[in-house]
């Protein structure tokens, strides 16, 4: 479904450009008004909001190659590097000052956004695994809290001390971004140009993870959690721990009825290291109005804005000054150890992804199947 916002008319003389994204209702609920803001400040531009709240990247690619994209794409680095080499992305290095990108953003958020050096999507948030856990469930057991630095064995034997009596130490996801901090804690790799390759340290990473629910029965199995999940299951109490991103805040923060906090990713050979993500502002190349979609970009990504969106709780902001301030490190807000997801974003590593990321990780869940269900080992 296209949700087409605040359409032109046609007596209108503004120059009318369209901005495409995806976004919780929370989220859209914070843009629209920047954008109406945006619009007062520029009365000479017309913002076409497209809201894309379900597959949007195939839905994207019709527009694409349909010849009508937007002028201004939200996009991640999952998807751009397909983007960019298809020649279907502006070069954006010339808008905007190197000095001032190299300075704003996360390193890893830039690197993410980039492609040989040149920047093709202005980076908006950062995103980075963490350990959620539930202080509750710790306290009565007797358990320390985790703290950042943590050792994969302590991080077992927590979640073996955890478990019991219909609760389990930590959830268990199988898509990529859930174990690749195992993989990338202990320096492995996963990505070939056209199939995956697993090295050595990756298929005993991903291993230690497979024997979470198999060999230690410290985490939930398919049969165990149904269709909850492993979010929904953490909120019931059933989990103690939980991996995941950013985006869970805004609903722990509002469901849930105990105290929790965040911790780093536990430390592999490597130390402890987080897959980093990025989403941000791209212009079609195709557009017509390059410069009035960069002023928007610009505007959303302003200090001010970015502050905006961080308060409520969705992202982890890419540009530094907002991430460190207390629009993010609100310390009358959960999680108290906020600066887990920055010491994450400073010492991970982004993804690595090309143009056949997509085909490659649909063959790596193939390839994992067997083994995250306890049928074959590496």
């Not at 057991?141 to 985790?146: F, K, V």
């Not at 064995?153 to 609760?167: C, D, I, M, R, Y």
């Not at 898509?175 to 070939?192: K, Q």
């Not at 993010?328 to 010492?347: G, H």
Request: charged fraction near 25%.
């Amino acid at each position: 479904m296209l949700i087409f916002c605040g359409c032109a008319r046609k007596s209108d003389n503004r120059t009318v450009i369209k901005f495409s994204a995806w976004g919780s209702q929370s989220e859209i609920s914070v843009l629209r008004p920047l954008i109406d803001e945006f619009e007062k400040e520029n009365p000479d531009i017309h913002v076409e909001f497209l809201h894309i709240p379900q597959n949007y990247f195939q839905k994207i690619h019709l527009l694409f190659a349909s010849k009508l994209a937007p002028d201004v794409v939200f996009m991640n680095n999952f998807y751009s590097q397909k983007y960019i080499k298809a020649g279907l992305l502006e070069d954006l290095t010339p808008y905007f000052s190197q000095e001032i990108v190299q300075n704003v953003f996360f390193d890893k958020a830039r690197e993410a956004s980039s492609y040989k050096g040149r920047l093709y999507v202005v980076p908006r948030d950062v995103s980075q695994m963490v350990v959620y856990y539930n202080k509750d469930i710790f306290k009565k057991h007797g358990i320390p809290y985790p703290k950042d630095g943590w050792t994969r064995a302590e991080f077992l034997k927590t979640a073996q001390k955890l478990s019991g009596n219909g609760v389990w130490g930590v959830g268990f996801e199988r898509e990529a971004v859930f174990w690749l901090p195992f993989v990338f804690s202990d320096g492995g790799n996963i990505l070939g140009q056209n199939e995956p390759e697993l090295d050595v340290a990756a298929k005993k990473a991903i291993q230690f993870y497979a024997d979470l629910p198999n060999k230690f029965a410290v985490a939930p199995k398919k049969s165990d959690s149904a269709s909850l999940t492993m979010a929904q299951m953490f909120l019931q109490k059933r989990l103690g721990m939980i991996i995941s991103g950013r985006w869970l805040v805004p609903k722990f923060r509002s469901d849930a009825d105990f105290d929790w906090d965040i911790v780093t990713v536990p430390s592999g050979a490597k130390g402890s290291i987080s897959n980093v993500d990025s989403s941000g502002y791209a212009v079609s190349a195709a557009s017509n109005h390059k410069s009035e979609a960069v002023k928007l970009i610009k505007y959303l990504n302003s200090a001010e804005s970015v502050a905006k969106l961080t308060e409520c709780g969705l992202i982890v902001p890419a540009r530094r000054d907002i991430a460190y301030s207390g629009a993010f490190l609100d310390p009358q807000k959960r999680p108290k150890n906020a600066k887990a997801y920055l010491k994450a974003a400073e010492t991970g590593k982004p993804t690595p992804v090309n143009e056949n990321y997509q085909k490659i990780t649909d063959k790596l869940n193939l390839l994992l199947e067997p083994v995250f269900s306890g049928q074959e080992r590496f």
